[in-house]
């Protein structure tokens, strides 16, 4: 069932790679972040690839000219270790089981997350942070052993604590502070994307704290595309002003009104909580009466079972929106689904739509598995009897 939140408060130190969106919405910050039982989204297959890719460089760093051959090979067996069994992606599971790889990823995805892997090996192989002993620099006046890959971080005045993908001083007595994309980290104007960048400056400043170090170069290294740059006084600036506006916004261990804290926009559309924020579901609530809504993705739809079938493994859903027309949710897997029953008020989140020519208009025809096209399966997708008292 899903179950809005009404109290939250905020019990660790901030997460860098999330701190950013503390400035569109403190609550999301604070649903992605605190581990809520019942905040959790299904992952996708795109986090699943990243989590293997970031795994295959980790376990690769001083073995930097393993084969193409081989990297593919510990790439296709972390995708099966991570997709079998994987509660946090009960659907890529079941294709998975069902169709095999090809049900999930592409081949050329497989092909291009090797190469990916291939190219920061190459550049990054051999655990750099093991070279520093070459360097001239008095090492025992800093504290270059925290250094590494994938070293956790934590910086108590701050409120800060994080892994770094990889950190390491050159020759040069430079300290490279690195992290991962497997997407993009430049945006369409050429820009570092506005998050990472925030995530990577946050990075700088707990490897300087830590080491008492401030010769740093921040990269991003994305699929294709990359930046470098320095932790220079307007980063900083922009990183400390962050911090602050976060500390005062979310004490530590206060508890705070989750309603108070939430604030739409058109941020919540790529919000993955949104089936947990009290003002987003009445929004939801509004839209199937009727109402415009600027916030609600065309994803999600809220409603009562009609009428539901089977289809060899699957259930079909008719639902009609509280007020609205009636529309159907294909492709529910049995052994993950409860049987719902005609009257059930429940709602589907990050559906996937059928009618892509009317993906802004209501009433539309969603999915969750495609069996005739599983890679096509909204993996991330949820759906659920919804708390009949969340509004
Ligand atoms: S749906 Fe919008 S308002 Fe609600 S938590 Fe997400 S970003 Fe915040």
């Not at 509660?87 to 294709?95: G, N």
């Not at 892997?117 to 925290?146: A, H, M, N, V």
């Not at 294909?330 to 059930?344: A, N, R, S, T, V």
Request: glycine letters at 8%; aromatic letters at 8%; proline letters at 5%.
């Amino acid at each position: 069932m899903f179950k809005v939140l009404d109290k939250v408060a905020r019990t660790k130190p901030f997460s860098p790679s999330k701190i950013s969106v503390i400035n569109s919405c403190p609550l999301r910050y604070l649903l992605e972040t605190e581990g809520y039982p019942s905040v959790s989204p299904p992952s996708s297959i795109y986090a699943l690839t990243g989590t293997a890719i970031h795994k295959i460089i980790e376990d690769n760093l001083s073995n930097p000219s393993i084969s193409g051959a081989d990297i593919k090979k510990q790439f296709l067996g972390a995708i099966d270790r991570l997709a079998l069994n994987n509660k946090r992606a009960p659907l890529i599971c079941w294709v998975y089981e069902k169709f095999g790889l090809g049900g999930t990823l592409t081949s050329e995805k497989v092909i291009s997350s090797v190469q990916q892997i291939k190219r920061l090996l190459d550049k990054y192989g051999k655990d750099k942070s093991l070279e520093r002993s070459d360097t001239k620099l008095p090492s025992q006046k800093y504290e270059f052993s925290s250094l590494g890959s994938e070293k956790w971080f934590e910086v108590t005045k701050l409120e800060l604590a994080g892994k770094i993908d990889l950190s390491y001083l050159d020759d040069e007595g430079v300290i490279h502070v690195i992290d991962f994309k497997s997407g993009k980290v430049i945006d369409e104007e050429g820009l570092p994307k506005e998050e990472y960048l925030l995530q990577i400056g946050v990075y700088g400043l707990m490897v300087e704290d830590s080491t008492s170090y401030s010769n740093l170069l921040l990269e991003l290294i994305g699929s294709h595309t990359s930046w470098s740059g320095l932790l220079d006084e307007p980063l900083r600036g922009r990183v400390v002003d962050l911090i602050t506006h976060a500390k005062n916004i979310l004490p530590l261990g206060k508890e705070i009104d989750a309603y108070e804290i939430s604030m739409t926009g058109e941020h919540c559309l790529s919000c993955r909580s949104r089936f947990a924020c009290g003002k987003y579901v009445n929004a939801l609530k509004d839209r199937a009466y009727g109402e415009e809504s600027t916030i609600c993705s065309p994803s999600d739809v809220i409603g009562v079972v009609k009428k539901t079938s089977t289809r060899g493994d699957l259930i079909d859903l008719i639902v009609s929106p509280i007020g609205g027309i009636t529309c159907s949710i294909m492709g529910l897997p049995q052994i993950l689904y409860p049987e719902f029953k005609e009257g059930d008020l429940i709602a589907g989140y990050f559906l996937g739509i059928l009618d892509i020519e009317i993906r802004c208009n209501f009433p539309a025809n969603f999915y969750v598995i495609r069996d005739e096209a599983p890679r096509k399966s909204s993996f991330e997708s949820m759906v659920a009897l919804v708390d009949a008292r969340s509004k």
